[in-house]
């Protein structure tokens, strides 16, 4: 082992001497210019090609903007899709519970059709609660209807016909 090191500490320093030996310092300004001028163009030449690959970047960045814009827009129509979908459903949901339970639309809210159903449940309970206060003792709508004369259906003469029939002055 200790000869390979000793065999490459020898070859490592005879490439110092001989590089050592090859140099040799510039006696005039002209050899200094031309030693310059080679280095310079050594270093032209690694980068000779980048006006073509900086045009090149700059054209795939284009075409990834462009794909992004167009991912983009694709996106954006599948969200609107997605709540028109939703908007749909739950207005369909919101008119069969409406249907079944037989009450306006409108009034109902939640967002699921338990929700729907708990909320048209207290309208019907309110509803009936309204219709229990409104009715007089003794004086129920059939009776109004079945007395002979029919209810007009405009203004004051439908209130003092109310008022006849109820005797209330």
Do not use: H, W
């Amino acid at each position: 082992m200790s000869t390979t090191n000793t065999e490459s500490q020898g070859t490592s320093q005879e490439a110092t001497s001989t590089a050592t030996e090859e140099f040799k310092a510039p006696a005039t300004q002209a050899e200094l210019n031309e030693i310059v001028e080679k280095r310079l163009a050594r270093e032209r030449n690694k980068y000779s090609d980048y006006n073509d690959l900086k045009a090149k970047a700059a054209q795939f960045d284009q075409t990834e903007e462009e794909k992004k814009t167009e991912l983009e827009k694709l996106t954006g129509k599948a969200s609107k899709a997605e709540a028109r979908a939703i908007a749909a459903e739950q207005a369909l949901l919101r008119s069969e519970v409406a249907r079944e339970k037989g009450v306006p639309v409108k009034l109902l809210t939640g967002s699921t059709k338990e929700e729907l159903e708990a909320a048209a449940d207290e309208l019907i309970a309110f509803r009936g609660e309204q219709k229990s206060e409104e009715e007089a003792p003794g004086a129920s709508s059939s009776a109004l209807r079945d007395s002979g004369n029919p209810l007009p259906l405009n203004g004051d003469p439908l209130e003092n016909a109310l008022r006849s029939r109820l005797n209330i002055r």
